[in-house]
């Protein structure tokens, strides 16, 4: 190996290097904002844990920060934290073979409210080579809201086939939303919102383009 390449790779070694230690850094002032000396013990304990399992721990944090916002005991928020990290982990299996952290963070919020696991899968499945972050978060809104599970991830995944994007997804549920709050059902909402954004989508033969990062 020329030392030309042993000064490239040494390079590129150390910029990971400082990329981490920001990242600890950055997390450990977080972890700080927690008063209580034992609460915020336990959490840095098992926030390093998690990190040597492979789990991505800014999800963690930002979750044992909402338990501090919230008043939680350091065991509430123990607890809360080892469910996290279990429905991230379910996530990643999912989300296979490549996964970003909001994706997997999306994932995680979409399993705790009902999400059909399969559902999950087959959004990855349909745009296996860009972030689908706001497709799950969407999926998770409207069941959430209170459309049926299964309902909510045919019609998501339908539109997602058919080749609509993230930003009309976004679009749809948050008409769905305030349909809602004007006193329409959830069911009626998505199928009246949903044909309104099927009218707009692409021909068949641009819908593999729709997929493309």
Do not use: W, Y
Not at 125 to 148: F, H, N, Q, Y
Not at 166 to 187: F, I, K, R, S, Y
């Amino acid at each position: 190996m020329s030392p030309r390449t042993n000064n490239l790779l040494l390079g590129a070694a150390l910029c990971a290097a400082m990329v981490a230690a920001h990242g600890v850094g950055a997390q450990e002032a977080r972890l700080l904002s927690i008063r209580d000396d034992a609460t915020r013990d336990r959490v840095r304990i098992f926030v390093e844990a998690a990190r040597l399992r492979g789990t991505p721990t800014e999800p963690l944090v930002s979750r044992a920060l909402e338990g501090i916002a919230f008043k939680a005991d350091a065991k509430r928020i123990e607890q809360a934290l080892a469910a996290l990290e279990k429905r991230m982990r379910r996530a990643k299996e999912l989300l296979a073979p490549h996964a970003t952290v909001d994706e997997l963070a999306a994932a995680a919020d979409a399993i705790a409210n009902r999400v059909p696991e399969k559902a999950i899968s087959d959004l990855r499945r349909i745009a296996p080579r860009r972030s689908i972050t706001v497709e799950i978060g969407v999926l998770t809104e409207l069941v959430a809201k209170g459309v049926k599970p299964s309902v909510a991830a045919t019609m998501v995944r339908d539109l997602m086939a058919k080749g609509a994007t993230g930003a009309q997804l976004t679009e749809l549920n948050a008409a769905v939303q305030q349909d809602v709050a004007l006193g329409v059902t959830p069911m009626e909402a998505l199928v009246l919102r949903t044909r309104g954004v099927m009218s707009l989508l692409p021909p068949a033969a641009s819908v593999n383009a729709a997929q493309r990062p």
